[in-house]
RNA sequence: UCCUCAGUAGCUCAAUGGUAGAGCAUUCGGCUGUUAACCGAAGGGUUGUAGGUUCGAAUCCUACCUGAGGAGCCA
């Protein structure tokens, strides 16, 4: 004799719309947020956004208790909900999949008296950023994000395949890397002061004389008055430092790295390239050898130009534009006149007026996303370049000790994240390649 | 820090010295295949703040506040 048990229908499988091309013809559930919502009569296309895509529903008023239908109908942007339902495929959806509503779980209802303030409509940039915690759930948002993640797995990748270590640098610092002026302060214990670090390179050095290659990072910091669409004031930098490595294996190494991080990203983020409206021809011009130009070409190039810039100046605003505007790929500018370079920068040999130090100038007017070269090797020049720019010594000696201590040839370059996805990306402005920028004059959220 | 531009409905904007308006959003009504849906209706304003000119100011003037773009400086 056999018992028969009750009949309980399936518990449906939670998936994410990402994957819903795996489950045509399933019943699924799907956790999200309702990012709009279209309506006629007894028919009505809830459209929801779960983090991973959007997806159309349909529910119609014939097939759905009437409660149930009325909810949907009346639902509001935003509002966090759990829908149930086949997945079919269907060209007339956006995306090409579209779930036939059998049940809802309303798990929030945005109140309409205080209505999610982003509508599909366009907004001006102070809004937007006034609602940064919102704004990030928008189309636009998702894919700068995500462009910005994959650049930072492939730079991570690249080092990480080319015998480099990850040691990170610390973020307080107790002195300054190249002078006290554009470092934030903050008061560590007592009365000593810290101060956020610009830059790991210092002990990204240190660090190369440990591991041989060597890379950090992180976030810094810089507070200096800037207020244009290249600046902010907190922004991640990737510092790579090697050992035994000239200023041709440093450009050899940055060029590598640029056309790594382009062709993964073209490789693995089409579709977001292509919500972006990314002319990605531009990327594909990204490839080697990279326009050489030393400081003195350069220079006399931008002269012929109409620039006004005389040799020993460093490039103005609109002189990297010139420049880059010539060429299709970035380029590298070399050799720039000492005196406006960093105390540790290494002059050439054969010539000392001018640095051992690289910039790469993105195209399309993007200008440096990096800057690098040659650290001074010889002890005795460094103690002198500390005397000339006044720095205090005892700040330095346990940096002065790596020269003490087998000392080589090395150097190493950073490259600022938030400009190279601003110019992967084709964006006007860094503001939106980072989740929460920190700017001149914007603090919150 | 300096220069330029801008602040009008929740949002995006119009109104160029003479009665503050539209689209979107919200609410209500209509519509069974919508694609930033559409159609009809309703509510929604100390025109950034303070002063001044004028019979009369969103509009002209002054100062301040807020924001944007740029310069210098930088990645």
Known sequence: MSVSKPWKPPMPERITIADAAKHVDEVVEIPGWLYNLRKSGKIVFPILRDGTGLLQCVALKNELPEEVFESLKHLTQESSLIVRGKLRAEARAPGGFEMDISGVEILQRVSEEDPYPITPKEHGVEFLMDHRHLWLRSQRQHAI??????????????????????????????????????????????????????????????????????????????????????????????????????????????????????????????????????????????????????YDEAVKNLQQHGSEIQWGSDFGGGDETILTQQFETPIMVDRFPTVIKAFYMAPDPVRPEVALGVDVLAPEGYGEIIGGGQRIHDPELLLRRIEEHNLPKEAFDWYIDLRKYGTVPHGGFGMGIERCVAWICGLEHVRETIAFPRMLYRLRP
């Not at 590598?256 to 011009?285: A, F, H, N, P, Q």
């Open 145 to 294: 994000i995500r462009v910005r993640h994959a650049i930072i797995k492939a730079v991570r990748d690249y080092f990480d395949g080319h015998g480099f270590t990850l040691v990170d640098t610390p973020i307080f610092t107790p002195a300054a890397c190249e002078g006290t002026t554009t470092l934030f302060e903050a008061n560590y214990f007592d009365d000593e002061k810290a101060y956020l670090t610009q830059s790991g390179q210092l002990y990204n050095e240190a660090n190369a004389m440990a591991f041989g290659k060597v890379y950090c990072f992180g976030p810094t910091f810089r507070a200096e008055k800037s207020k244009t669409r290249r600046h902010l004031t907190e922004f991640w930098m990737v510092e790579p430092e090697m050992a035994f490595a000239d200023l041709e294996e440093i450009k050899r190494v940055a060029e590598e790295m640029v056309i790594y991080v382009v062709g993964r990203v073209l490789e693995s983020k089409r579709e977001e390239l292509k919500v972006l409206e990314r002319d990605v021809t531009k990327l594909e011009k990204v490839t080697s050898p990279f326009p050489r130009l030393s």
